[in-house]
C-alpha cells in the first residue's frame, strides 16, 4: 500500500467502526480490522482520531458577479479553505449569459476552475435564457459530465427568473435525460409585493431583507416547483431550503413516494433573523434570508429524519467593503455568505456534539447523500475499497476560536465569528495525497479535477 491509516475509528454512512484503511494509486484498497493491518510505505496512526470521507458541498459560488461586484472567493481561495475544513469535493455554476449557450458557460466555468481549484469539483449548469436551442443543448451538457441544472423562481430584475412555462419545459426536458434540476425556490411577484410594504413603512435597516421575503414567499415556491416536476416525473432538488413550511411541503411529496431532494445551509440551522437587528446586520444578508429559532429546530429535525438530505453552505463571500455598497439599501446589499471552510465544523459542533443529528447523519448530510443525488457515488461520498480516498482525521478533543483571520477564505468577516467549534481536521487527503496537515497547506493550485458525473 502506499498509505495506511491504522488505528481509526471510521465514522460512515452505516455508523461507527473500527478499522485499519490502506490506500494504493489514489483508491482505497483495503479496509481491515486495526489489529491486522495491511502494510505501507507510509503509516497515519489514527489512535484517538476520527476518520470519515471528506465533505461534499454542492453549493458554492466561486467569483460569482452578482450587485454590481463579484464574490470575493476565487477557485483558488475558495478551494484551499474548502481542505482546510474538510471539504475535498465541491460543485459550482456554470451561468448561462444572456443569449449565450449553455457549452459557452460551462467551458468559460471550467476554463476559470482548471488552473486554480485545489480540491476535485463538478459543475451545475444555470438555465436563464430558455430556447428551443436552449433545450437541445441540455443533452450535449449531460453527455459531457454535468447532470444536473439549476433554475432560479427569483431576481427577475436579473433576468434570471424563469416563468412556470420554463419550470415545465425544463423539468420535462431533464426528466428525458436523467438529469436533476435545483431550484433556488422563492416568489418574485410576492417579494416585490413585500418589498413595497417595508419601504413604505419609512423604516430603514436591514431587517427590511427579512420582512421582504416572509417564509410562504419560500414555500409557495417550492409547492409549485415540486408539483410542475412531478407532471413530468422529473428529479427536483430544492437549494438552500430555510422554513419550516417548505419542510412541511417536502415531507407530503415524500409521503406520496415523489423522490424529491432538499437540502438545507448551516445559516439556516444556527441563526436567526433577530441577527439583522444588529448595526452590522447587513453583513449577515442572504437570500433567502435566516430565519427563526422554530425554522432552525424544524430542519434540524428533518436531517435526522432524512427528509431534507443534504447540507451545502451556499458559499458565496463577500467583504466588509463590499456589503457597504448598501449604503442603508437594503435592496442593494450584495446577498451571500462565506462558508465552505466552516461546514463540516459547525455541522459536527452544533449537530453532531451538540446531539441534534447522529454520526450516520452527519457523514449521510456532508458526504453519502449529497453523491448519491449527483452521480458522484461510490467513487466519493463513502469509505469503500474502490472509491477515491478522499479522507479526513479529526481530532475531537481540538477546538478552534472562530475569527475571520484564523480562516482561509478571502473573506474579513464571519458569520461564526467567537464560537468554539470542533471537527476541523487535522488530515485532509484528496485521493489518497495529503493536501492539509495541521494546519499547513500542502496541495496545489490546479491540483482538483473535474468530475465527470453519471
Same mark, same amino acid.
Given at each position: 500500500?502506499?498509505?495506511?491509516?491504522?488505528?481509526?475509528?471510521? &465514522?460512515?454512512?452505516?455508523?461507527?467502526?473500527?478499522?485499519?484503511?490502506?490506500?494504493?494509486?489514489?483508491?482505497?484498497?483495503?479496509?481491515?480490522?486495526?489489529?491486522?493491518?495491511?502494510?505501507?510505505?507510509?503509516? &497515519?496512526?489514527? /489512535?484517538?482520531?476520527?476518520?470519515?470521507?471528506?465533505?461534499?458541498?454542492?453549493?458554492?459560488?466561486?467569483?460569482?458577479?452578482?450587485? *454590481?461586484?463579484? /464574490?470575493?472567493?476565487?477557485?483558488?481561495?475558495?478551494?484551499?479553505?474548502?481542505?482546510?475544513?474538510?471539504?475535498?469535493?465541491?460543485?459550482?455554476?456554470?451561468?448561462?449569459?444572456?443569449? *449565450?449557450?449553455?457549452?459557452?458557460?460551462?467551458?468559460?466555468?471550467?476554463?476559470?476552475?482548471?488552473?486554480?481549484?485545489?480540491?476535485?469539483?463538478?459543475?451545475?449548469?444555470?438555465?436563464?435564457?430558455?430556447?428551443?436551442?436552449?433545450?437541445?443543448?441540455?443533452?450535449?451538457?449531460?453527455?459531457?459530465?454535468?447532470?444536473?441544472?439549476?433554475?432560479?423562481?427569483?431576481?427577475?430584475?436579473?433576468?434570471?427568473?424563469?416563468?412556470?412555462?420554463?419550470?415545465?419545459?425544463?423539468?420535462?426536458?431533464?426528466?428525458?435525460?436523467?438529469?436533476?434540476?435545483?431550484?433556488?425556490?422563492?416568489?418574485?411577484?410576492?417579494?416585490?409585493?413585500?418589498?413595497?410594504?417595508?419601504?413604505?413603512?419609512?423604516?430603514?435597516?436591514?431587517?427590511?431583507?427579512?420582512?421582504?421575503?416572509?417564509?410562504?414567499?419560500?414555500?409557495?415556491?417550492?409547492?409549485?416547483?415540486?408539483?410542475?416536476? /412531478?407532471?413530468?416525473?422529473?428529479?427536483?432538488?430544492?437549494?438552500?431550503?430555510?422554513?419550516?413550511?417548505?419542510?412541511?411541503?417536502?415531507?407530503?411529496?415524500?409521503?406520496?413516494?415523489?423522490?424529491?431532494?432538499?437540502?438545507?445551509?448551516?445559516?439556516?440551522?444556527?441563526?436567526?433573523?433577530?441577527?439583522?437587528?444588529?448595526?452590522?446586520?447587513?453583513?449577515?444578508?442572504?437570500?433567502?434570508?435566516?430565519?427563526?429559532?422554530?425554522?432552525?429546530?424544524?430542519?434540524?429535525?428533518?436531517?435526522?429524519?432524512?427528509?431534507?438530505?443534504?447540507?451545502?453552505?451556499?458559499?458565496?463571500?463577500?467583504?466588509?467593503?463590499?456589503?457597504?455598497?448598501?449604503?442603508?439599501?437594503?435592496?442593494?446589499?450584495?446577498?451571500?455568505?462565506?462558508?465552505?471552510?466552516?461546514?463540516?465544523?459547525?455541522?459536527?459542533?452544533?449537530?453532531?456534539?451538540?446531539?441534534?443529528?447522529?454520526?450516520?447523519?452527519?457523514?449521510?448530510?456532508?458526504?453519502?447523500?449529497?453523491?448519491?443525488?449527483?452521480?458522484?457515488?461510490?467513487?466519493?461520498?463513502?469509505?469503500?475499497?474502490?472509491?477515491?480516498?478522499?479522507?479526513?482525521?479529526?481530532?475531537?478533543?481540538?477546538?478552534?476560536?472562530?475569527?475571520?483571520?484564523?480562516?482561509?477564505?478571502?473573506?474579513?468577516?464571519?458569520?461564526?465569528?467567537?464560537?468554539?467549534?470542533?471537527?476541523?481536521?487535522?488530515?485532509?487527503?484528496?485521493?489518497?495525497?495529503?493536501?492539509?496537515?495541521?494546519?499547513?497547506?500542502?496541495?496545489?493550485?490546479?491540483?482538483?479535477?473535474?468530475?465527470?458525473?453519471?
Amino acid at each position: 500500500m502506499d498509505l495506511v491509516i491504522g488505528n481509526a475509528t471510521v &465514522l460512515g454512512e452505516n455508523g461507527v467502526y473500527e478499522a485499519a484503511i490502506g490506500i494504493r494509486a489514489g483508491k482505497i484498497a483495503a479496509i481491515t480490522s486495526p489489529v491486522e493491518p495491511p502494510q505501507g510505505k507510509e503509516v &497515519l496512526d489514527a /489512535s484517538g482520531k476520527l476518520v470519515m470521507p471528506g465533505a461534499i458541498d454542492v453549493h458554492v459560488h466561486m467569483e460569482l458577479p452578482v450587485s *454590481g461586484t463579484v /464574490s470575493s472567493d476565487d477557485f483558488a481561495s475558495g478551494t484551499v479553505a474548502a481542505a482546510f475544513g474538510g471539504v475535498t469535493t465541491i460543485i459550482d455554476f456554470a451561468m448561462q449569459e444572456d443569449g *449565450g449557450s449553455l457549452l459557452g458557460a460551462v467551458r468559460k466555468r471550467r476554463a476559470a476552475a482548471e488552473a486554480e481549484a485545489a480540491v476535485d469539483y463538478g459543475l451545475h449548469c444555470a438555465i436563464t435564457d430558455w430556447s428551443m436551442k436552449t433545450r437541445r443543448e441540455m443533452k450535449r451538457v449531460v453527455d459531457s459530465g454535468i447532470t444536473s441544472f439549476k433554475l432560479f423562481m427569483a431576481y427577475d430584475e436579473r433576468g434570471w427568473s424563469a416563468d412556470d412555462g420554463m419550470l415545465f419545459e425544463v423539468f420535462e426536458e431533464a426528466a428525458s435525460l436523467g438529469a436533476v434540476v435545483g431550484v433556488h425556490a422563492e416568489n418574485p411577484h410576492l417579494i416585490r409585493t413585500f418589498t413595497r410594504r417595508a419601504l413604505a413603512t419609512g423604516k430603514k435597516g436591514t431587517y427590511l431583507h427579512a420582512l421582504s421575503r416572509p417564509n410562504f414567499t419560500e414555500s409557495e415556491a417550492v409547492a409549485r416547483a415540486i408539483y410542475l416536476a /412531478s407532471q413530468s416525473d422529473a428529479r427536483v432538488y430544492i437549494f438552500h431550503m430555510s422554513t419550516r413550511e417548505a419542510c412541511e411541503i417536502v415531507e407530503e411529496w415524500q409521503a406520496r413516494g415523489y423522490p424529491v431532494g432538499a437540502e438545507t445551509c448551516p445559516q439556516f440551522l444556527t441563526l436567526t433573523n433577530e441577527i439583522y437587528k444588529r448595526s452590522n446586520g447587513h453583513l449577515f444578508a442572504t437570500c433567502p434570508p435566516v430565519r427563526t429559532e422554530d425554522d432552525n429546530e424544524y430542519l434540524w429535525e428533518a436531517l435526522e429524519s432524512g427528509t431534507v438530505q443534504v447540507v451545502s453552505t451556499d458559499h458565496c463571500s463577500f467583504t466588509r467593503q463590499q456589503k457597504a455598497r448598501w449604503r442603508g439599501d437594503f435592496r442593494k446589499i450584495p446577498c451571500g455568505l462565506p462558508g465552505v471552510e466552516t461546514l463540516l465544523p459547525l455541522m459536527f459542533t452544533e449537530g453532531f456534539l451538540g446531539g441534534r443529528i447522529s454520526s450516520a447523519t452527519l457523514v449521510g448530510t456532508l458526504c453519502s447523500n449529497p453523491a448519491k443525488l449527483f452521480g458522484l457515488y461510490p467513487r466519493k461520498g463513502t469509505i469503500r475499497i474502490g472509491s477515491d480516498a478522499d479522507l479526513l482525521i479529526i481530532d475531537p478533543a481540538a477546538t478552534k476560536r472562530i475569527t475571520p483571520a484564523r480562516l482561509h477564505m478571502n473573506c474579513d468577516f464571519s458569520p461564526y465569528r467567537g464560537r468554539d467549534l470542533y471537527g476541523f481536521p487535522m488530515v485532509t487527503m484528496l485521493r489518497g495525497r495529503i493536501i492539509q496537515r495541521e494546519g499547513r497547506f500542502l496541495g496545489r493550485r490546479g491540483g482538483g479535477v473535474f468530475l465527470e458525473r453519471t
